[in-house]
Nanobody, 117 residues
Framework: QVQLVESGGGLVQAGGSLTLSCAAS????????LGWYHQAPGKQRDVVAT???????TYADSVKGRFTISRDNAKNTVYLQMNSLKPEDTAVYYC???????????WGKGTLVTVSS
């Protein structure tokens, strides 16, 4: 199994920056890709950014040019650098690990990001 623990959320003013971290543990070799999702109150959970084992990244259109996903394989950690934050970025951010070995996704408990106007 895989365990994910997020950190780094908080309150920030519009235009500010935050960096989220997600530490993975357990059977990390089973992970094909890591990603960040967000879920605003009353809305569905949507993908923000993903990064594969070979470093290929994808981004939601709403965050392209503002957010950067990266991973440190030595620390088994994935990061989300968020710049030029907007009030509409306010959400709970979840770390996700995709595993074809287990044929399922794993999720962290989430970290709240609040962007004030």
């Amino acid at each position: 199994q895989v365990q994910l623990v997020e950190s780094g959320g908080g309150l920030v003013q519009a235009g500010g920056s935050l960096t989220l971290s997600c530490a993975a543990s357990g059977n990390i070799f089973s992970i094909n890709a890591l990603g960040w999702y967000h879920q605003a109150p009353g809305k569905q959970r949507d993908v923000v950014a993903t990064i594969t084992r070979d470093g290929t990244t994808t981004y939601a259109d709403s965050v392209k040019g503002r957010f950067t996903i990266s991973r440190d394989n030595a620390k088994n950690t994935v990061y989300l650098q968020m710049n030029s934050l907007k009030p509409e970025d306010t959400a709970v951010y979840y770390c996700n690990a995709q595993s074809s070995y287990y044929r399922r996704n794993f999720w962290g408990k989430g970290t709240l990001v609040t962007v004030s106007s």
